[in-house]
């Protein structure tokens, strides 16, 4: 069986599979920009969700929105939930902008 939502879902519990595609074609985006990287704030916790054993790692929404709360999104219910998408995206860019400038230190040191 094929399921198919247009819109927003929510699962309790694990979703399980074995390849996450998010969509990137091009003719799907607007307003494209060269990603400036910078720090983000990040706070990473291990935390149990309330009912569950499980211990997780990951950040508290309501502190990542105070300085970044284009991470953050809110529900109808006002429950708050994080793009860790979006999130890692931009870690990954800051330290690669990171590890370039070190590169070039390092090569101009060398010389």
């Known amino acids: ?11 309790s519990g694990s979703v399980t599979t074995t390849d996450l595609i998010g ?22 916790k291990t935390f149990n969700f309330i009912g569950s054993e499980q211990q997780r790692v990951g950040v508290i929404a309501q502190e990542l929105e105070l300085e ?6 809110t529900d109808d219910n006002g429950i708050k939930s994080v793009s860790y998408s979006d999130l890692h995206s931009a870690e990954i860019a800051y330290l690669k902008d990171k590890i370039e400038k070190l590169e070039e230190l390092v090569n101009k040191l060398s010389r």
């Open 1 to 11: 069986a094929k399921l198919q939502v247009n819109g927003s879902a929510t699962f």
């Open 23 to 44: 969509s990137s074609d091009i003719t799907l985006k607007e307003n494209i920009q060269v990603l400036q990287p910078k720090k983000i704030n990040s706070n990473y």
């Open 68 to 73: 970044h709360p284009e991470f953050v999104r």
